[in-house]
């Protein structure tokens, strides 16, 4: 059995939680929680939730860790100082920051004799894999990444900053007549407004100026200004009754060329509908949890990220077995 | 430079010389044939042909010599013969079969301090991968693969074989109302019937009984039985001027649950659309003969399949690229 260990018990922990409940080779042996953990009750019976001072204690009765805390702040730290004591794992999301974060983790996760997974989950994760997949198959090509239809938490959260505004849902939907011309193969050029538009569901206070708060989200830089948005006043019943899920999903294209004049035409598409986003997530996570622990019983050390994971690692089956049956 | 020899000079062969063309750290230097050299032009200029019969000599000139024989008789002998010499990679199809080969084939490359990556290209290959990731993902699910809309050899090959066939092509397509019951989650149990169609251009010799001719196509057990078949009768000129590609592509979609009790459903769908088969499989060749050369250079050593193989070994660039530009 692969012990287990979950820091941090939001949306991600909890998914977590439930994908190991469908893996009979690993097991939950302990939550930790910045919070007072008498207040945090989890799903798994018999499983002790404990206050993160208390995790370093337990080095040796887990074999993965995974850190379910934020990419702003709390992975940049949390990541680094973890596989100073244990084989971790993060979903740390921040594109941009990736290289620093890798860097960062493998100088200690190597000094320490520990494997460290990082940025594991969608996007980045399988929709990474998915880009170099078809890159590296098709040379000569483009890619295209879309998101959605999905939540957006961080634009949700822009939304609900506004004055007046009460509670709110962000969706991103990829737009079908780029999606249509990507898959064509005609390799076209879009800007940002012509592959996705934002749907917004905003509830508002009572009183509350609607035409200031609609023009408020439209024109908010970076967020919504780049982009077709439409903005629908709800209450906040229905916001309950027809929002509250947090589903997500996307499409990574590549549309590429082949033959001696390049005159074939290939089209890659790996696309993804997911009910639950953080649930996925976990799922991802705890596949590659499985893979850190069979690496490490290797003798591999460092920071690794999906590209650096053979396949059958993630998998219960022994290498016979995925032959036999999957390949 | 990676210098990579070719044995055997038909559509897949052709098929890598030009996704040599396309990859800027490789390079052909042989091309090897049954056939007498001087009667086999190719297309890169400077690159000689030879006979089969002198490959061995030229073991040191080669860093991957990759295999594009028949799965049939010519890869379970090719594969372990040249593994004694070479890194070698092919594109060995007959799913049953791969154990045995894989046996074979590791045996030999061990023995030898070679690697061998066995049963590249996109079914076995980029549709196993989808497999194996989307299973470990999902354990929770179900997994469907479907083929086409695409021409197949093999049963093309079967009607030409019908006493007044002079010549035919066959497609199999997937069946569109079955790929929908699957993308909505149902998880239904499809029957072979359900899944695909035949359909077949055939040109009769002049005088042939069509009747007859049709009722062997649909009859014949294997091939076309357990489909809903058609047969459409058409001129040489007819099925040169529009059945002379080979196209083909497909699906690979798994439909799982998550969640504490199985709510939340989640699809991953992987999709192929290819203008050119044998070129698209070439290509896939390609990425992986990249990632034997590298593997070898970092002291692997035997059998090997896309399974086994970290993506980022197929990348032209970088770890440190890769983590920048496509995570």
């Given at each position: 059995?692969?012990?287990?260990?979950?820091?941090?018990?939001?949306?991600?922990?909890?998914?977590?939680?439930?994908?190991?409940?469908?893996?009979?080779?690993?097991?939950?042996?302990?939550?930790?929680?910045?919070?007072?953990?008498?207040?945090?009750?989890?799903?798994?019976?018999?499983?002790?939730?404990?206050?993160?001072?208390?995790?370093?204690?337990?080095?040796?009765?887990?074999?993965?860790?995974?850190?379910?805390?934020?990419?702003?702040?709390?992975?940049?730290?949390?990541?680094?100082?973890?596989?100073?004591?244990?084989?971790?794992?993060?979903?740390?999301?921040?594109?941009?920051?990736?290289?620093?974060?890798?860097?960062?983790?493998?100088?200690?996760?190597?000094?320490?004799?520990?494997?460290?997974?990082?940025?594991?989950?969608?996007?980045?994760?399988?929709?990474?894999?998915?880009?170099?997949?078809?890159?590296?198959?098709?040379?000569?090509?483009?890619?295209?990444?879309?998101?959605?239809?999905?939540?957006?938490?961080?634009?949700?959260?822009?939304?609900?900053?506004?004055?007046?505004?009460?509670?709110?849902?962000?969706?991103?939907?990829?737009?079908?007549?780029?999606?249509?011309?990507?898959?064509?193969?005609?390799?076209?050029?879009?800007?940002?407004?012509?592959?996705?538009?934002?749907?917004?569901?905003?509830?508002?206070?009572?009183?509350?100026?609607?035409?200031?708060?609609?023009?408020?989200?439209?024109?908010?830089?970076?967020?919504?200004?780049?982009?077709?948005?439409?903005?629908?006043?709800?209450?906040?019943?229905?916001l309950k009754a027809n929002h509250s899920g947090i589903p997500h999903g996307g499409?990574?294209?590549?549309?590429?060329?082949?033959?001696?004049?390049?005159?074939?035409?290939?089209?890659?598409?790996?696309?993804?509908?997911?009910?639950?986003?953080?649930?996925?997530?976990?799922?991802?996570?705890?596949?590659?949890?499985?893979?850190?622990?069979?690496?490490?019983?290797?003798?591999?050390?460092?920071?690794?990220?999906?590209f650096d994971i053979a396949p059958a690692y993630m998998s219960a089956l022994s290498?016979?077995?995925?032959?036999?049956?999957?390949?």
């Amino acid at each position: 059995m692969i012990r287990v260990g979950i820091m941090g018990y939001g949306n991600l922990g909890r998914g977590i939680e439930c994908s190991l409940k469908q893996n009979e080779d690993m097991e939950l042996v302990a939550v930790f929680t910045r919070r007072d953990p008498s207040t945090v009750s989890i799903l798994t019976e018999g499983v002790k939730v404990y206050h993160v001072d208390d995790a370093i204690k337990m080095k040796d009765d887990i074999d993965v860790l995974i850190l379910c805390g934020g990419s702003a702040t709390d992975l940049p730290e949390q990541t680094k100082e973890y596989a100073k004591y244990f084989n971790v794992i993060d979903s740390f999301d921040t594109h941009a920051r990736i290289p620093e974060h890798f860097a960062n983790v493998d100088e200690v996760a190597k000094a320490n004799g520990n494997i460290a997974i990082i940025s594991a989950g969608w996007d980045p994760g399988m929709f990474s894999l998915n880009r170099l997949y078809a890159s590296a198959v098709l040379p000569q090509g483009k890619d295209y990444t879309f998101w959605g239809k999905g939540v957006s938490q961080g634009h949700s959260d822009a939304i609900r900053r506004i004055d007046g505004v009460a509670d709110a849902k962000q969706y991103t939907v990829p737009v079908d007549s780029a999606l249509e011309a990507v898959r064509s193969g005609l390799n076209p050029d879009l800007t940002t407004r012509q592959k996705h538009t934002r749907e917004c569901f905003v509830v508002a206070e009572e009183g509350a100026d609607l035409a200031r708060i609609e023009a408020e989200i439209k024109n908010m830089p970076n967020y919504f200004a780049d982009y077709d948005t439409t903005v629908t006043f709800i209450s906040a019943e229905e916001l309950k009754a027809n929002h509250s899920g947090i589903p997500h999903g996307g499409f990574v294209i590549r549309s590429g060329n082949t033959g001696w004049n390049e005159e074939n035409k290939h089209i890659i598409e790996y696309s993804l509908k997911l009910d639950s986003n953080p649930e996925f997530t976990a799922s991802v996570i705890v596949a590659y949890a499985r893979a850190a622990y069979r690496m490490k019983q290797e003798g591999a050390t460092g920071c690794k990220t999906v590209f650096d994971i053979a396949p059958a690692y993630m998998s219960a089956l022994s290498g016979e077995e995925l032959r036999k049956s999957m390949l």
